[in-house]
């Protein structure tokens, strides 16, 4: 395994419900990760954290939204979505000190429905 | 802008034959790049990166993928497929210089290895 975790692996939810998915790595890096991955598209780089404050926010709509109470663990907190997020969430992580060329860790995702 | 381009959606191998999985990147400044693979229903596993020196990367599983900086391509390759290489794989770029977390991925090219 990477040493990323993430839970739960499979959600199924409403568009009015509101739930979280949560990652935590076992790694001592300083920078986490959410991604997107749809079908048939490249994987979609949501939000960035680096020593727990957010650095990057790419134009995710607000019904998604992050929190990183500390450098082992991140979440993702989801209300109103829509069926087109539907999707598989990856969180990832990596170490961001001295350079950005250390490869990042991933982990097993959780594959979201929204009916 | 950053970009990489997988020209593949599939690739099919027979077992024991050598494999290779194009990608052509475009970054303004020196790329940092890096190939992933997915098992189904899987995260993403890091194979191999450049960084700077020999052109020649060697990785994981034996994998190794070559850095042409006149032609702008990292493909990545094996001398001999195994039917367990069968998974998704990933060509992702960053720009040195480039926004921290910033990794741009390849839309991904099947890799398919027939018995």
């Known amino acids: 395994e990477t040493g990323v975790t993430q839970t739960p692996r499979h959600l199924v939810m409403g568009m009015t419900n509101k739930k979280s998915l949560k990652c935590e790595q076992h790694?001592?890096?300083?920078?986490m990760y959410w991604y997107k991955q749809s079908a048939k598209k490249p994987l979609e780089l949501m939000f960035v954290?680096?020593?727990?404050?957010?650095?990057e926010n790419n134009s995710v709509p607000s019904r998604f939204s992050p929190e990183c109470p500390n450098s082992s663990h991140l979440f993702l907190h989801l209300h109103t979505l829509q069926p087109e997020d539907s999707a598989l969430y990856l969180c990832?992580?990596?170490?961001?000190?001295?350079?950005?060329?250390?490869?990042?860790?991933f982990g097993p995702g959780t594959r979201l429905t929204v009916l | 802008a950053q970009s990489v381009a997988q020209p593949e959606d599939q690739v099919n191998v027979a077992e024991g034959n050598p494999l290779t999985v194009k990608c052509t990147y475009s970054?303004?400044?020196?790329?940092?790049l890096f190939w992933y693979v997915q098992y189904p229903n899987r995260g993403l596993q890091f194979l191999l990166k450049?960084?700077?020196?020999?052109?020649l990367v060697k990785g994981s599983y034996g994998f190794e993928a070559e850095f042409n900086k006149s032609q702008t391509s990292f493909h990545l390759k094996k001398p001999s497929a195994l039917v367990s290489d069968s998974a998704l794989y990933f060509c992702?770029?960053?720009?040195?210089?480039?926004?921290?977390?910033?990794?741009?991925f390849g839309k991904g090219t099947k890799l398919s290895v027939k018995p």
């Open positions: 450049y960084i700077t020196g020999d052109n």
């Open positions: 990832a992580s990596s170490q961001e000190s001295p350079g950005p060329f250390n490869e990042q860790f």
């Open positions: 970054v303004s400044g020196n790329p940092y």
């Open positions: 992702a770029v960053r720009d040195y210089g480039g926004s921290q977390g910033n990794l741009i």
């Open positions: 790694l001592g890096h300083n920078a």
């Open positions: 954290y680096s020593l727990e404050e957010r650095v």
